[in-house]
Structures are given as C-alpha cells and as structure tokens.
DNA sequence: GCATCCCATGTACCT
DNA sequence: ACAGGTACATGGGATGCG
C-alpha cells in the first residue's frame, strides 16, 4: 500500500510476477452526536486540506440495531492522510462514534474497492500497470494452490551466533553455510536467484532469530531483496512483491501442501497470505464478518459483544458443552461409530442461530457459514476420488482441515468475548441443540435395538448383535431424518475396548479407546500411544500390542491367548530396553507452558530447560524441549533428566521399562485382564 | 526416618 | 485471545507409623 495507490501483485499464467497499482481512497464514518454537530462537522471537514469528499448518508450500524443513522462518510486522499483525518473529528467532539478506522489499509482497499479475495483466480483490465476493472474468475475445483513457489529459512545458531541456514524451496533443502554476514549474503544471491514468491522464516513473527530481523531492517538488503523499490510492511508480511509468512498456521503445515490450506484461509478472511497466517482465528473469522457488514453497508462497531448478568443456577443448566456417553468398560465386538458431519456448522445453518437472534432466525453466521460448508464437502466428495497419497490428495486434504478449523472455529468464539459480536446466547444455544441431538440419537438407535456403547459431543458408538455395515449406515440415516442433521459411519471396529480410570478401576475412562477396525487399522484415542510426550519405544509397543491381542478371532479367543501373547511382546520389549536404545526411541517431547524460569518445582521439562539454557539455547514458552530420563529417583531434580542434546547414552533402565508395563497395563486393564501376576514379578525370562 | 496419601501443577488429549 | 470436557504423571507436603 503506497499514499493514494495500491500495489497488487498478479501471478500470470506463464509465471510472470506483476506488479500493478490501483487508486486507494481510503474513506471512515463519522456518527454526529446532533443535527447540530452533523452541520458544524460538514463544515470542518469541506475545509481540510486532507479531506477529498465529505457525504451524508443514512446506514445501520452494528448487528443489533435496526433504525438507520446519519453518518458523515469522509473520505480523504490516502493512507497518509486518513489519519490526520480521524484526529481532526475526533478532537472536534462532534463525533460520537468513528466507524471503519481500525482496518488495516489492505483490508479496505480488498473489501470497498477490488473486491476479490487475495490469491483468488481473476483477470484484470489494465492499462499500462494500472487496474481498471478486475473480475474474480471461479476455480471451485482447483485442488493444487496457485502456482506460488515457497522459500523455508531456518537460520541454525551455536549459541548465539547465526551459524548457517537450512534452505528449502520447492521439495529440495540445501545448507548456506558461513557465519555472520557471508551467510546473508549467500541468502540474498538465492532469494535473486530462486526469486520465491513467498518466504517463510519460523519465528521471525516473534521476533525470534534478531540478527535475521535486524538484517532484514537495512535498506540495502530491503532493496536486494524486494522485487521492487516499495516500502515493506514486513509485520503485515508484504515485502515489494514478496510475502513473508507469518508463524500460524492452524490447521495446515507451512509447506507446499500447506499453501493449498493458507489459501482457503486467506480467501475466508478475505485478506493476504501474510495476515492470514498472523492472524488468529478469531481475527480471520472477524475480517470474514467486517466483509460481509460491508457488502449489507453496515458499520461495525468496535465492540458489541453482550453478556448478560444472571443467576448461577440458570448459569450451570445453560453455560455446558457437548455431551458424552460413559462407555461400557471393557471389550466390544462389531462396534460401529457414527458421527455428525460437521455438526455444530450444520447446527448453526439449520436453526439460524446468529449473534444478533441467538435463538433462531439470525442471519450473519449462517450466511457466512453455508458457502464454506458446502465447499468443505464438496472437497470431501472430490477426495474419495483421489489416489491416496497422490499429490492432489494431500492439497485436497489441507484444504479440508484448513476449512474445518474455520468452520468450527465459528462456534468456538460465538460467545467468546473477544470477539466483537459475541453473544453468550448463541453458544449456548448451539450447545444445547448439540445435546439435544445425542439424545436423540441414542432414544432412535435404543428404539432400534442398537446399544449405545459410547458417545461423545457428536460421535456415537453403536452396537448390535450381528449388525453389518449396511445396518449401522440406516440407522446413520435414521437419526440422520431424526435430528435434521447429516450423519454418517464413520469406523467400524472388529473390536474395541475402553480403559477405566487409573486412578479409580471402577469408574470407566471417557475419552479414551482403543480397537481394530475390518480395515485392519489400530486406531486408538488419548491412551499412550496417541501422546507426543511418550516415548517412541513404547508408543511402537502399545500399538503392536494391540495389533497382537486384537488379531484373534472372538472375544473369548482374546480373553483366553493376550496375555500369552501379550506378555511375550512386553518382555522383548524389555530386553530392548536392556539391550541399550537410541535416543530416539527414549526421547520424552514436552512444550514448555511457560519460560523456563518461571518453573517453580523441579519437573523434568523445566530441568530439562535449565540444562539447554546452560548450553546457551535460549527457551521460552511455547518451545518444545526434548529429554530423556536418566535417574528418575535422583534428588537433585536437574539430574533426573538429560536433554537429548546432551543425550551420552546412558539411561534409567527402570523407568523406561515401567513405561511400558504400564502401556500394557492400560491395554489389558482395558479388556478385563490382570496382568498384576506377570508384571509384579521383576523378571519376564520365562516368557521368552 | 520412612511409607503412603492427598493435592496442586502441568501437559496433553477428545470432539 | 477458540470452546468445554477429561486423564494422568509428577513431585512436594501432610499424615501416619514405628
């Protein structure tokens, strides 16, 4: 964005970057406080010098309101000047409010005047480099993103001098070595040379890798480095041309996969690859929100979020999440799992539940939702026609996960309150139709015979005696007919079992399971082997395991053999980690929750931590550190653990071998068996 | 002085 | 600055016992 002119850059078919400009005029809204004021601030503004227009309209402002306002609609010469513009009603007092201030330029010039969202298809009209009509071209079918070619930089430091970087660009990883400013220069050949349209450093959004950010601030570099002589607005990731991704990426990687996700996210937020991957959701689904008031010429005000006070008993009877169903302990047979698809979108579409009527019949989020939905399962039909694993597949596979956190991601700020429109009224609502839902489904499944086996917020696991697939699906559509909202089978399991708490074996576990499916997929949630902070080795058993007890036939058959056979893998098993491991297979991964000072007790993350630091790698929130236990019972906390850098191969032989005993305990605790004989008894030999 | 229980803390997970 | 709901290892302190 320059003063009076856009910049928008345009990726040619034959691969071109092209640089075109447009007019910006940028434009707020005054709300006078009188008919008074009204006149007195016309006035005022026909007089400044930074004021092209000044005009009298009648709009609606905020999501609530219905009667239309007189606002003065201002709009001044450019970026430079709508600021001094602002300041001038505001010190005028004539204002009540100032709408449309707080947007970042490119946001308005993409909402009010190009109208296309970024990284869209389109054809534009230009005389010489100048825009002078653009048309969005639809590409509903595109699964690969557009052909924009990717640079990954990782600067490596020892210590706290940059010692190289690891380069990535398109598929290929190199190494630029050197130190210091012979590595930046090495950087800056390969950026002319690659000439990448986007560029990705982790981190530099956080201000991470400094000797990188300040080299990035020097003018020679900048002119280097851009494609053109414009300024840079390297915190909103536009660099003359180029654009410098930012550090989230909520539901994609920051690969060249991922970008098939950034760019439905970025077209959501209807704003640039840059902000979308710096902004949060929250922010995304807000721009998706402003865009829209626009088109209906409504102003947002900066906060309309509601809340009411009320009495706490009606407080718990309203303010709950999903429900679950407890689960019957122990081993199952032909269990299938329904879900919802996308339930809560769906819930919001159905009832029209909105910010501005919670209880039904609003407009604003179902609106925004339905096209997105729709595509989401457009993509998922399109995806059951794709080669698994192919290229195409993942790109179709990012798309959906990106667009999955956004739609989901509706429900979640609903009544949050930093969202601007939140209403606590309209989350709850969607909560309660959700609830409503899984107890219908479970009065239709009971009614046909079927046995709910567990259930959780929008999944339901089924059972019937000799059921087939074809049986679960009806009653999928059953409830499917019953509730008003798509279900469908989504696993069918040969076997499935369901551990009870550790802490108390006669309560079951919710959230957790584990089983086969007729696929021959071990498929498992929230036990060990699902954890990062597990150890590989035993991640690796906990599956087998379950792989080996689940292959028999009937139930009876795994009653009667798993332990044999169970118990046979747990002691090889154990003689691996007798035997000496790697690193890898020991290492215990944990994202530190907060700086590494800030510990209070000597956890092993933070031990840990205090060994890196004192290496000189700097830690802080966020970061994941990675260590592996070398003397659980030590007293000196800081010699518990070794951080894998540190890694000298030696270990705590007992620690690692009660991980997996207590992996297999989980596991045959689960299908009602003891093992307490077995595993009691320090050594395993005689199963071998 | 030691074993055991209790509880806050911290992290990760499920949908 | 996205939600609610859940499990559980860990480690320090309190408690109980001899």
Not at 82 to 89: E, M
Not at 433 to 453: D, N, Y
Request: glycine content about 8%; overall charge positive.
């Amino acid at each position: 964005m320059l003063d009076d002119e856009a910049v928008v850059w345009v990726k040619t078919p034959s691969g071109e970057a092209l640089r075109l400009v447009d007019e910006y005029r940028p434009y707020i809204f005054a709300e006078p406080r009188s008919a008074e004021a009204l006149r007195e601030l016309v006035q005022l503004l026909e007089q400044s010098p930074f004021v092209r227009g000044v005009k009298v309209v009648e709009g609606l402002v905020g999501l609530r309101n219905t009667t239309r306002k007189r606002l003065v609609r201002i709009e001044s010469f450019g970026a430079r000047s709508i600021g001094r513009v602002s300041t001038l009603v505001r010190r005028s007092g004539l204002a009540a409010e100032i709408y449309g201030e707080e947007l970042p330029h490119v946001q308005r010039y993409l909402f009010n005047r190009l109208q296309i969202e970024p990284s869209s298809r389109a054809a534009f009209n230009v005389v010489g480099n100048r825009i002078v009509s653009a048309e969005r071209l639809e590409d509903l079918d595109e699964i690969r993103p557009p052909p924009f070619s990717l640079l990954k930089i990782q600067p490596q430091y020892s210590g706290p001098r940059l010692a190289g970087l690891v380069v990535r660009f398109s598929g290929r990883s190199q190494w630029v070595e050197g130190s210091g400013d012979r590595v930046l220069e090495g950087l800056l050949e390969l950026v002319s040379s690659l000439d990448p349209d986007l560029i990705y450093i982790p981190g530099l959004q956080w201000g991470r890798g400094a000797p990188l950010n300040e080299w990035l601030e020097r003018p020679a570099v900048r002119r280097a480095f851009g494609r053109c002589p414009d300024v840079w607005r390297l915190s909103q990731g536009s660099a003359a041309g180029r654009v410098f991704l930012g550090d989230i990426f909520y539901g994609f990687e920051p690969d060249e996969y991922g970008l098939a996700g950034l760019v439905e996210r970025a077209r959501f937020s209807f704003t640039t690859l840059g902000l979308a991957t710096r902004w949060t959701s929250n922010r995304c689904i807000d721009s998706r929100n402003l865009y829209e008031l626009a088109r209906m010429n409504i102003r947002a005000p900066r906060l309309e979020y509601m809340e009411e006070v009320r009495c706490l008993v009606e407080l718990l009877e309203r303010d709950r999440g999903g429900v679950t169903f407890t689960p019957r302990p122990g081993l199952h047979e032909n269990v299938a799992v329904l879900d919802f698809d996308s339930q809560y979108p769906s819930i919001i579409l159905k009832h029209g539940i909105s910010y501005e009527n919670p209880s039904g019949g609003g407009r604003l989020i179902p609106s925004i939702l339905q096209p997105w939905l729709e595509r989401r399962l457009r993509l998922k039909r399109l995806r059951k026609t794709l080669r698994p694993n192919s290229s195409e597949e993942l790109y179709c596979t990012e798309r959906i996960e990106a667009l999955k956190l956004i739609l989901c991601t509706q429900y979640g700020i609903s009544g949050c309150c930093w969202n601007r429109f939140g209403n606590t009224l309209a989350f709850e609502e969607i909560n309660r139709v959700s609830r409503e839902a899984m107890l219908t489904s479970k009065r239709v499944a009971e009614e046909r015979g079927f046995e709910i086996v567990y259930g959780d917020v929008d999944s339901l696991f089924v059972r019937r005696e000799g059921a087939s697939r074809r049986d679960y699906e009806e009653l999928a559509e059953r409830i499917s007919a019953a509730t008003g909202l798509p279900m469908s089978l989504d696993r069918h399991f040969k076997f499935i079992a369901f551990p009870r708490l550790r802490t108390d074996p006669d309560t079951p576990a919710l959230k957790r399971y584990f089983g086969l499916t007729y696929d021959g997929l071990v498929e498992a949630r929230g036990i060990e082997l699902r954890r990062s902070d597990t150890p590989a080795i035993v991640r690796e058993f906990q599956e087998r395991l379950i792989r080996t007890i689940m292959s028999f036939d009937s139930i009876g058959e795994v009653m009667s053999c798993s332990v044999e056979e169970g118990v046979k893998l747990l002691a090889e098993y154990e003689r691996l980690v007798d035997s000496g491991l790697g690193f890898e297979e020991l290492e215990i991964r944990k994202v530190l929750g907060r700086n590494p000072e800030e510990y209070s007790r000597g956890l092993a993350q933070s031990s840990a931590a205090a060994q890196l630091q004192a290496l000189g790698i700097r830690l802080e929130k966020g970061r994941e550190v990675r260590f592996v236990y070398t003397s659980q019972s030590h007293p000196n906390p800081l010699l518990r653990v070794r951080a894998t850098q540190l890694f000298s191969g030696r270990y705590d032989k007992e620690y690692y071998r009660a991980y997996l005993r207590r992996a297999a305990e989980t596991v045959f605790g689960a299908i009602g068996v003891s093992i307490n004989h077995v595993v009691k008894n320090a050594r395993l030999e005689r199963w071998l």
